[in-house]
């Protein structure tokens, strides 16, 4: 059990924390808010924090958590990225390429959407970002063959869906 400092070790996972929020609720407003009650919310617990083997698992777990209660309590599932404002697309040499390049980015957003909740953090927090079996395996509270089987099915499914798509045209 190690010495965790608020500053220190907290307060540097804030852009992580926003990240996991904002994909879930996909409101960059909600994240903020949620990235708020979840730094409140260590703090408060702060007399624990020598039983915590990870405080970047616990607040990842924490802001997942409200996230997912934010969800519920809204009355919706989620919406899809597509009805998002689109970042600047990467500047391709012609008009038709930018288009084909911006629906393929929607169709895969939408189909990361539209995976089953668990397959869906278990593929953004190993995909997008980077993070270990193990560490997803204590947030999510599963084991780390139940992290593996989740995304080894969610990229199935993603590839299926994504080949059926490009087969049939967008």
């Known amino acids: 059990m190690k010495n965790i400092s608020f500053r220190n070790d907290v307060l540097p996972l804030k852009n992580e924390l926003f990240r996991l ?45 409200l996230s997912l209660d934010h969800l519920k309590k809204s009355g919706r599932d989620t919406k899809s990225l597509d009805e998002r404002p689109q970042d600047e697309i990467d500047q391709s040499s012609n008009p038709y390429e930018d288009m084909l390049q911006k629906d393929r980015i929607n169709l895969l957003h939408r189909l990361v959407d539209g995976l089953p909740e668990k397959q869906r953090c278990c593929m953004q927090l190993r995909d997008f970002e980077g993070k270990p079996y193990k560490e997803i395996a204590n947030i999510l509270s599963i084991t780390e063959e139940q992290v593996k089987v989740n995304i080894f099915r969610a990229r199935q499914a993603i590839k299926q869906q994504f080949r059926e798509f490009d087969k049939y045209g967008l």
């Open 21 to 65: 929020a904002l994909r879930i609720t996909l409101n960059r407003a909600e994240a903020e808010d949620i990235v708020q009650d979840t730094l409140i919310k260590v703090w408060n617990n702060r007399d624990h924090w020598g039983d915590i083997d990870s405080i970047e698992a616990y607040c990842l777990t924490i802001t997942r958590n």
